[in-house]
């Protein structure tokens, strides 16, 4: 079973930016699509972004579209968002999962990382 253990949150200013990572223990996720998922209090898990194995295709949630990007490095384990233009509705806890298309393929969720954007 992969382990992910998410990382970079913290509170920043509306407009602000945050680097989360999200680190890989356990097994390989060089052969996994990844993505990136949130949950604001009160409402349910939602989709933000996902990368394919490779690197070279991405998608992304119509609310974050060109201000967020996904990225990841194979060989440190390791899956990244960027996230730019920060805005108070992206306050929410962050997670990293295997995908399969936008659809977690994991039940196993690991502790996430807080991002609380203040306007």
């Known amino acids: 079973q992969v382990q992910l253990v998410e990382s970079g949150g913290g509170l920043v200013q509306s407009g602000g930016s945050l680097r989360l990572s999200c680190a890989a223990s356990g097994r390989e996720i060089s052969t996994y699509d990844m993505g990136w998922f949130r949950q604001a209090p009160g409402k349910e898990r939602e989709f933000v972004a996902t990368?394919?194995?490779?690197?070279?295709?991405?998608g992304y949630a119509d609310s974050v579209e060109g201000r967020f990007t996904i990225s990841r490095d194979n060989a440190k384990k390791t899956v990244y968002l960027e996230m730019n233009g920060l805005k108070p509705e992206d306050t929410a806890v962050y997670y990293c999962?295997?995908?399969?298309?936008?659809?977690?393929?994991?039940?196993?969720w690991g502790q996430g990382t807080q991002v609380t954007v203040s306007s």
């Open positions: 999962n295997r995908v399969i298309g936008r659809t977690p393929a994991d039940t196993y």
């Open positions: 990368i394919d194995w490779s690197g070279k295709f991405t």
